[in-house]
């Protein structure tokens, strides 16, 4: 069992920067592939961004060259650095712990654990 709980959500203004957390519990961090995805009203789910086990990183497109993933392993935390945020990055992100390997980290049901969410809006 892996617990997984966000924070770092918020309201913030077009161009701003947000840092999102990922705390688990349960299993350490470094095992398992960790997952953000994000959801906004009337849309699918969109996944962002993946580190694995073995600290490969994915992006998805709308992520790329603006947001970082990272892991702090003593912490059992994976973080979400998000730069030059947009209106249509509001949503409520998710974080997610997959303990397959060899799957598509980019696809949500390959993920076995979801925390709660945090609310991100940026306002243009």
């Known amino acids: 069992q892996v617990q997984l709980v966000e924070s770092g959500g918020g309201l913030v203004q077009t161009g701003d920067s947000l840092r999102l957390s990922c705390a688990a519990s349960?299993?350490?961090?470094?095992?398992?592939?960790t997952g953000w995805f994000r959801q906004a009203p009337g849309r699918e789910r969109e996944f962002v961004a993946a580190?694995?086990?073995?600290?490969?990183?994915f992006y998805g497109d709308s992520a790329k060259g603006r947001f970082t993933i990272s892991r702090d392993n003593a912490k059992n935390t994976v973080y979400l650095q998000m730069n030059s945020l947009k209106a249509e990055d509001t949503a409520v992100y998710y974080c997610a712990a997959s303990t397959k390997r060899g799957v598509r980290v980019s696809v949500g049901l390959n993920y076995d654990y979801w925390g709660q969410g945090t609310q991100v809006t940026v306002s243009s």
């Open positions: 580190v694995t086990w073995s600290s490969t990183t």
């Open positions: 349960g299993r350490t961090v470094s095992t398992y592939t």
